[in-house]
């Protein structure tokens, strides 16, 4: 619409003529529509009164859309009819207020992104993968092109009501007799110079109307360049989020390695497992968090089913779970990746997580990690006994598979027991039974080495092996049991005995104590005897001590 303000003259009759006419209807029935349209008040009222519609757009937009509707073609064709000129200046000014239909467009524009929360332009985002910075960046660069189209179109509409003459910069360059498209073409161009501060003077303002134009442009362009160049390198070092964290990580790992004088195996470990955190977990596990929890409880609970590549509907320690307790612990599970052949935990160490098998095989060894005797695959879990339990790890887990790994931290398992305790006491059970499972398989394990070592197993069919090593973990089971049971009797026999010498050796001690109370007395008496000879002189100084 400013191009054809600016540089279109429509002639009577012609295409753009009829449609001038069209849009101007079109917005004459717009005013029609919105007067005769109820609205709600602040307090969600449906406002029906024809009078107070009518008041309401009055004080608002009546007054300007009526002006914009008004269909100006029709008086320019009368003075057509009589002076074929081009258009005087009082009805290039006319034309001016058509401008505002912009603005209507704008409106309708900003009424329909309301609208179903503009679903169309979020598909077409989702579609391209835009992220919403991009699409801010887009934004920004389209709205820099549409404000300089519209100050390129007034740059020329300002020679053009001047009439043209020599003190425009359309004639003092030399540029009357070029066609429109090279008018506008150079009009950009001075709009861009302008905007951007650069200015080289080859085109520059002549006339008081085209020194006004450009004042406020170089305004504007100071103003929205200053502020726009903040708010563009903003975005560019937020565009993308994911690599922006992975970089500063990776800057730390370089510095800390150098500092620690790592060697280069365990530097490339240490970026691996960086480099694997953050394509899992993005950048801010808080902001995450933050943003989940302003998430309604069903739609948290969808999402939660969606993170970590749907681990919750595969991972059976889910399977069935209240949404609420999906909701509150998936969010939360932290990715761990494992190379082959390396270990998950080590026997003995401090046990504070509960691993979860995404993808991938693990082995349960005793001595070292080729000794297997348990496996875990996929949608699986371990390391639940001894956190449980609060006890050290039991046994080495190595990685059969590469695997991707979901961790629960002690805190998490604290949380469940805190505030799900049926589902904790169903942790502590099924803890307990691998518990004993695990023991059991560890010994038909170490049996079956055995009797391999001493050839017992020679021409044995899987059966007969299987019978075998059952019936001598039966037998060392029930000889554990008995001697538990002898001890634990021992143990009271030996309780009762003790008591007994205790009491005895107490009464013992009395009678050895009167003894000793009776010899003291005994003693006294005789010191004081021999004292009173020493007084009467009969015998020297003697003195008995007990």
């Not at 004080?59 to 074929?84: G, K, M, Y």
């Not at 937020?238 to 800057?251: G, Y």
């Not at 280069?264 to 953050?278: M, N, Q």
């Not at 010498?501 to 008496?525: R, Y």
């Amino acid at each position: 619409m400013p191009y054809r303000i600016a540089f279109v003259d429509p002639e009577k009759h012609s295409f753009w003529w009829f449609l001038e006419l069209f849009i101007d209807s079109l917005f004459f029935l717009d005013v029609i529509v919105n007067i005769n349209s109820a609205y709600y008040d602040s307090e969600g009222q449906l406002v029906k009164s024809r009078k107070r519609i009518f008041l309401r757009y009055l004080r608002t937009w009546l007054i300007i859309d009526t002006i914009a509707c008004f269909p100006f073609n029709l008086i320019e064709e009368d003075d057509d009819s009589h002076t074929q000129t081009n258009y005087n200046s009082l009805l290039r000014l006319a034309r001016l207020p058509r401008l505002y239909r912009l603005m209507r467009v704008s409106r309708i524009f900003k009424m329909f992104k309301h609208v179903k929360d503009n679903e169309l332009l979020e598909r077409i985002q989702d579609y391209l993968c835009l992220k919403h910075s991009a699409v801010r960046l887009a934004k920004f660069f389209i709205t820099v092109l549409v404000c300089t189209h519209i100050m390129s179109c007034f740059w020329y509409f300002s020679a053009k009501l001047d009439g043209f003459n020599p003190e425009t910069w359309v004639v003092r360059y030399g540029y009357a007799d070029k066609d429109a498209g090279s008018l506008y073409l150079l009009s950009i161009y001075w709009s861009f110079a302008t905007l951007t501060t650069v200015g080289y003077g080859d085109i520059s303002a002549g006339t008081d109307l085209e020194i006004f134009f450009a004042i406020i442009w170089m305004g504007f362009g100071l103003c929205f360049f200053s502020f726009t160049i903040g708010s563009l390198s903003s975005m560019l070092s937020s565009i993308d989020t994911k690599e922006n964290a992975l970089m500063n990580k990776l800057a730390i790992i370089d510095e800390f390695a150098k500092e620690a004088s790592l060697k280069r195996d365990l530097k490339f470990r240490l970026r691996h497992a960086i480099k694997y955190s953050t394509e899992k977990t993005g950048f801010s596990w808080h902001d995450k968090q933050n943003i989940f929890n302003e998430l309604p409880r069903q739609l948290r609970y969808e999402v939660a089913m969606i993170m970590h590549q749907g681990a919750a509907k595969y991972l059976k320690f889910f399977h069935e779970r209240d949404p609420v307790f999906v909701s509150a612990i998936v969010p939360f599970l932290l990715h761990l990746y494992v190379e082959k052949e390396e270990f998950v935990y080590k026997q003995g160490e401090h046990a504070d997580e509960i691993y979860f098998i995404a993808n991938g095989k693990v082995n349960f060894a005793c001595s070292n990690k080729y000794e297997s005797f348990q496996e875990q695959n996929s949608g699986s879990y371990f390391g639940d006994i001894e956190v449980v339990q609060s006890i050290p790890r039991q046994y080495n887990v190595v990685a059969k598979k590469n695997c991707d790994l979901l961790t629960m931290n002690k805190n998490l398992v604290l949380y469940i027991k805190e505030e799900f305790p049926s589902i904790y006491s169903e942790m502590e059970s099924i803890a307990k039974q691998k518990d004993s499972m695990y023991r059991r398989n560890l010994m038909k394990k170490r049996e079956f080495v055995r009797l391999l070592g001493e050839g017992v197993l020679d021409e044995k069919s899987q059966d007969e092996i299987n019978e075998m090593i059952e019936g001598v973990i039966r037998r060392k089971q029930a000889s554990k049991q008995e001697r538990e049971t002898k001890l634990k009797s021992k143990t009271q026999e030996g309780k009762a005995l003790l008591m007994s010498e205790i009491k005895t050796n107490k009464s013992h001690i009395q009678e050895l104590q009167s003894m000793i109370n009776k010899h003291s007395e005994l003693i006294q008496k005789m010191n004081k005897g021999f004292k009173q000879l020493q007084e009467s002189g009969v015998i020297n100084e003697i003195s008995i001590k007990p």
